[in-house]
């Protein structure tokens, strides 16, 4: 009970911005969470347009009442479709699913076959909209990533909506230097990953907009895989400091 109590009051004093810096593996442990996960799929339609989704909450959810901090991932191209299994092969869904202490609620929408996260903008800020509202999520702690078809709808959905995110991690993209740049997009805490032998979409590609973004006075991020192609997903992924470095940071007003 002790535990709880204390997960509890750490949660509320990073809500109120009293404790920063707090990372992935001190959030909460397993002892204090037990159980497993929670998943919910549903469908989210705005104007015409409908996405399939998951929802995946941390065993203790339900146990601890304060708003979560939530990821909103965006698969690679091979997982459209209609079939939801597909987005959780790899990445944060498939953290959250396999591990307990996995301290963030993941959002998982699907993009359906023949079509690009980069026309989605509109229907993914809706959707964000509607899960904050429904359930304890932290607006000011809400992070977006994505690999390949993702990594760009990752940029192309800060570069529109930037006012949703605390920071953004895209993969392995090919990005659209933006022609209007919105000022919380050039502030935005953004890590980027690309691997340096990327045919697929080149690392220069990744490296021209993180040059855009400096110019711009920004100052984001990139790793590099040395020796890597495409498919970085399941290796950056692992990363713990991603998620540490994901919770250092809150939405900036």
């Given amino acids: 009970m002790k535990r709880i109590f204390l997960v509890f009051l750490v949660g509320t004093l990073i809500s109120f911005g009293l404790i920063a810096n707090v990372g992935a593996a001190d959030l909460m442990s397993k002892e204090d969470l037990g159980g497993k996960h929670i998943e ?3 469908a989210f339609s705005y104007n015409g347009v409908t996405l399939q989704y998951m929802l995946i909450f941390p065993a203790g959810y339900s146990r601890i009442d304060r708003p979560w901090p939530m ?6 191209g091979t997982a459209r ?7 959780k092969t790899y990445g944060p869904p498939l953290l959250a699913e ?3 202490d996995f301290p963030f609620v993941v959002l998982a929408p699907q993009c359906p076959d023949g079509e690009y996260w ?7 800020a809706a959707l964000l909209d509607n899960i904050i509202k429904k359930y304890q999520i932290d607006s000011d702690r809400v992070y977006l990533t994505g690999t390949s078809m993702g990594g760009n709808g990752t940029w192309n959905l800060v570069a529109r909506r930037p006012e949703y995110f605390a920071a953004v991690a895209p993969m392995a993209a090919s990005p659209e230097i933006p022609d209007i740049w919105h ?3 050039i502030s935005m805490p953004i890590w980027a990953f690309h691997g340096d032998q990327d045919t697929i979409c080149p690392l220069k590609d990744d490296e021209a907009m993180i040059n855009a973004l400096r110019t711009q006075g920004a100052s984001p991020r990139l790793t590099v895989f040395p020796g890597k192609g495409h498919y970085i997903g399941k290796e950056a992924y ?5 998620y540490d470095w994901f919770l250092a940071n809150t939405r900036q007003l």
């Fill in 40 to 42: 919910q799929r549903d």
């Fill in 71 to 76: 990821i909103l991932f965006l698969h690679g």
């Fill in 81 to 87: 479709g209609q079939n939801l299994d597909l987005v």
């Fill in 98 to 100: 396999e591990q307990a």
């Fill in 118 to 124: 980069t026309t989605k903008a509109d229907i993914l």
């Fill in 183 to 185: 000022k919380r997009f």
């Fill in 238 to 242: 692992q990363n713990r400091d991603l």
